[in-house]
């Protein structure tokens, strides 16, 4: 097990658009066990090569359902459905920050395993959040790029009294990918 370290905002690993995974080969296997062992550690729910500085296009999604852990190396959106999600998000790249994003209901996604071999995986809700801003990732896009606003303080941390209600005790973490 080996954690890798995760870049932040203004290391240019993050802006770029990275190239495709040719070779399916023991690096490769090590990189997506690297990818797990650092997105769980970090607490995440998604991981993308740049965010340890290797621009491939691979990225590790484990929104914690019924898929577990998902690999997808070389991932190409093929379907996005025209109904669309709001909702909060992070960033493991952004730490404590969160904003509202605007995403596609349900996405399907072609990509290959870590053999690969080429698969078709259907997210939706949470997940189909999760596919989009780690594909983002590939592109050199981060979710400030598109995001309805930003959260405050506040916001994050759920003490907003709304509308004169007493304030919530509890909100739920922000996911971070
Ligand atoms: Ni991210």
């Not at 509202?100 to 349900?106: A, D, K, L």
């Amino acid at each position: 097990m080996a954690i890798r370290n995760i870049v932040e905002l203004g290391d240019p690993a993050l802006r770029k658009v990275c190239k495709p995974q040719e070779k399916f080969d023991l690096r490769l296997r090590v990189l997506l066990k690297d990818m797990a062992d650092t997105m769980y550690k970090a607490d995440g729910v998604g991981l993308a090569a740049p965010q340890v500085g290797i621009l491939r296009r691979v990225v590790v999604i484990d929104v914690q359902d019924d898929h577990g852990l998902i690999e997808l190396v070389n991932p190409v959106i093929t379907e996005r459905s025209e109904e669309t999600q709001c909702g909060r998000e992070g960033c493991l790249s952004l730490p404590g920050r969160q904003g509202v994003v605007t995403r596609p209901m349900r996405v399907t996604v072609h990509a290959q395993d870590r053999h690969g071999r080429e698969f078709d995986l259907t997210g939706e809700g949470f997940l189909a959040r999760a596919i989009c801003h780690e594909l983002d990732h590939l592109d050199g896009r981060l979710w400030i790029d598109c995001a309805d606003r930003e959260l405050t303080r506040e916001e994050i941390s759920g003490h907003i009294p709304e509308d004169g209600d007493e304030p919530e005790e509890e909100e739920t973490e922000g996911e971070e990918a």
